[in-house]
């Protein structure tokens, strides 16, 4: 069985095939978590913000001391990855593939070490230290979102500028959902809420999530 090699392959472009599989790559991901602190509370309370972005980092390996060519050839490619394209006014999408394993990522970062030369001084070695960062379809994400949070009843510290409407819009992606929040914790002025103070968001009933 041939060796699968690992490929990055841009958006309306030829794959990039490895010429060595790395050894090991690193994949990040993490939370962004918010520390609400509240007056007479021994410790504060702690909120979820956000997810941040995965993030991949590898290093790949390329040789062509054996063939006498260029290896600027193979390595050009993938600084190409950083240009900005003149239609999108950003760099390419790009899915990296090894086996099972895919990440659809922009290339945020690369550096490039080149170790060998022939004697004209044409380098035929280099390690590139490459950093990918995920990217998410932010149509696919807002239309998700809403039926997770929905759906399940939780809590939420009030921040400052909050208010119902705001919060309704993050929670259930209608600001004009904010009555059953309102029910919920007995607020009567849904515009004066006070930072710190722990909101119940209950599920949507089924015809409102509907």
């Known amino acids: 069985m041939p060796l699968e090699k690992i490929h990055i392959t841009p958006a309306g472009g030829a794959a990039i095939t490895a010429l060595f599989n790395p050894t090991q790559y690193t994949l990040d991901r993490g939370n962004q978590i918010a520390e609400i602190p509240i007056p007479g509370q021994a410790a504060p ?10 993030v991949l980092t590898m290093e790949l390996f390329f040789d062509t001391y054996e063939k006498q060519t260029d290896v600027r050839e193979h390595t050009d490619r993938v600084y190409d990855l950083l240009r900005i ?6 760099p390419p999408i790009c899915r990296v593939g090894w086996g099972t394993f895919l990440f659809t990522a922009v290339l945020d970062r690369v550096s ?3 170790t060998l030369f022939l004697a004209d001084g044409t380098p035929v070695r280099a390690i590139l230290g490459v950093t990918f960062k995920e ?9 998700r ?11 939420r510290v009030v921040a400052r500028g909050d ?22 914790n007995g607020i009567d002025n849904p515009r004066r809420l006070e930072p710190g103070r722990v909101l119940a968001v209950p599920p949507l009933p ?5």
């Open 85 to 90: 394209d003149p239609g999108t006014h950003a």
């Open 145 to 155: 979102r809403p039926t997770e949070s929905a759906d399940h009843a939780k809590t």
């Open 206 to 210: 089924p015809e409102a999530g509907s």
């Open 112 to 114: 490039g070490r080149f």
């Open 135 to 143: 990217y998410v379809d932010l149509a696919v994400e807002v239309r």
């Open 163 to 184: 208010t119902l409407a705001t919060i309704a819009a993050a929670e259930y992606g209608d600001p004009a959902r904010w009555r059953p929040i309102a029910e919920a």
């Open 45 to 54: 309370i702690l909120q979820f913000v956000r997810g941040t972005t995965a």
